[in-house]
């Protein structure tokens, strides 16, 4: 495990929430670090567990915070989760626990929806802030009385972060609700740490996972997703993980390079270059 890289790669994939901004502010470095990256024509892609916003709206917020993004810089767990559906269980009838974003692009993509538990094929477990005992009976009427239903979850956090160290509950606390009541386990899980985050990332870049670098703050999942997908990896101490975390993992867990902001990912000879200072 490495302070920090000393070479370029030929793409990198940036968790959001933690590693380049927090809240509404962008955190250190991050501006000039992706500016930098784009100048020499080095592809980079956001990543995010968060499905209470799709591509368009993280687009938006990037370009607000200063760091113009199209559309198709953007991978969520909105996105895998329509792809996944798609891919793997075409024509099933859903019943997504999930907020607007989701449900949207459900319906854009054509893929049916129904509070029908004797029709619903797939149960979707997302963070909904509206959750509550009616989405659960009929979750649970699809899945143990119909046993029709499978269950999927499109992240596996446990909470998401907020600044000043809060959190809100995720959307591992509403698939461990329907698991306890159902006795089922979800056969799916699409965010990160799964890497069809990273296929999905780098879908249509002629680049493989090994020469590219994954960035963020989480071990369980930004990290472990790297190590999974044979990628290299760099922690940014910004958000949720510590160092003394990541050096208590097994050594072929650990991220490649550590660092204390996350423009500290390009090398020494860059900031030489660029006449930069921590400042």
């Not at 979800?186 to 799964?194: F, Y």
Request: net charge negative; charged share 25%.
């Amino acid at each position: 495990m490495a302070h920090r890289p000393t070479r370029l790669y030929e793409a990198y994939v940036f968790d959001m929430d933690g590693t380049i901004y927090l809240g509404d502010e962008l955190l250190p470095g991050a501006a000039r670090l992706i500016a930098e990256l784009r100048r020499r024509e080095i592809p980079v892609r956001f990543l995010s567990n968060n499905p209470t916003r799709d591509p368009d709206m993280y687009a938006a917020k990037l370009t607000d915070l200063g760091l113009p993004t199209g559309v198709d810089d953007i991978a969520n767990t909105v996105v895998t989760t329509v792809r996944w559906l798609a891919d793997h269980r075409p024509g099933a009838v859903v019943f997504p626990i999930a907020e607007e974003p989701l449900c949207r692009a459900l319906a854009a993509a054509g893929i049916e929806i129904s509070e029908d538990p004797s029709r619903i094929d797939i149960v979707i477990s997302s963070y909904d802030r509206h959750f509550d005992y009616r989405k659960l009976q009929i979750a649970f009427d699809a899945i143990w009385f119909h046993k029709r239903a499978e269950l999927i979850e499109t992240n596996p956090d446990r909470y998401c972060p907020f600044p000043g160290g809060r959190g809100e509950p995720d959307c591992a606390a509403i698939t461990a609700a329907i698991e306890a009541c159902t006795g089922t386990k979800k056969v799916a899980s699409l965010g990160k740490p799964d890497p069809v985050m990273v296929e999905e990332a780098l879908r249509g870049l002629d680049v493989t996972p090994a020469d590219c670098l994954m960035i963020g703050d989480r071990l369980m999942t930004d990290i472990a997703m790297a190590a999974d997908a044979g990628m290299a990896s760099c922690l940014v101490l910004t958000g949720d993980s510590t160092r003394e975390q990541s050096e208590a993992l097994p050594a072929h867990r650990q991220p490649t390079y550590v660092v204390d902001r996350v423009d500290e990912l390009l090398p020494a000879t860059v900031w030489a270059e660029r006449g930069w200072t921590a400042a």
